[in-house]
Nanobody, 121 residues
C-alpha cells in the first residue's frame, strides 16, 4: 500500500507562484512514477505532469514551461512548482503513485481530498 499526503494549495493572483507537496509512504519500492493531476469543477481529471523513478518527466502542454516537478528522494516527496499561474490553472490538485507494466502505467493510490489552487485574474 502507498499512502500520499498533499499540501500547499491556496489563493494566488495571476502571475504568482505556489509549490505543492506530495509525501509518499508505505510500499514506496513498488512505485515506478509519481504524477500530479488536477480537476476543475465540471471537468474531467487530467494528468498535469509526472516523473519516473529514473527522473524522466512529462508535462501537459498547458503547463509546459511554467510548472516543474522537483523531488526530494530523501523525504520521499515530490513537488509541483507552479509559476506564472493563470486563472485556467484553478482546480483541485491531486497526486498519485504509478506502477507500470508492459501495457502502461496506472495510478494505484487512493484518491484523497487533494489541495485547492485558486488563481484570481
Amino acid at each position: 500500500q502507498v499512502q500520499l499526503v498533499e499540501s500547499g494549495g491556496g489563493l494566488v493572483q495571476a502571475g504568482g507562484s505556489l509549490r505543492l507537496s506530495c509525501a509518499a509512504s508505505g510500499s514506496i519500492f513498488t512505485i515506478n512514477a509519481m504524477g500530479w493531476y488536477r480537476q476543475a469543477p465540471g471537468k474531467q481529471r487530467e494528468l498535469v505532469a509526472d516523473i519516473t523513478r529514473g527522473g524522466s518527466i512529462n508535462y501537459a502542454d498547458s503547463v509546459k514551461g511554467r510548472f516543474t516537478i522537483p523531488r526530494d528522494n530523501a523525504k520521499n516527496t515530490v513537488y509541483l512548482q507552479m509559476n506564472s499561474l493563470k486563472p485556467e490553472d484553478t482546480a483541485v490538485y491531486y497526486c498519485n503513485a504509478h506502477r507500470c507494466s508492459g501495457y502502461g502505467c496506472y495510478p494505484v493510490g487512493s484518491w484523497g481530498q487533494g489541495t485547492q489552487v485558486t488563481v484570481s485574474s
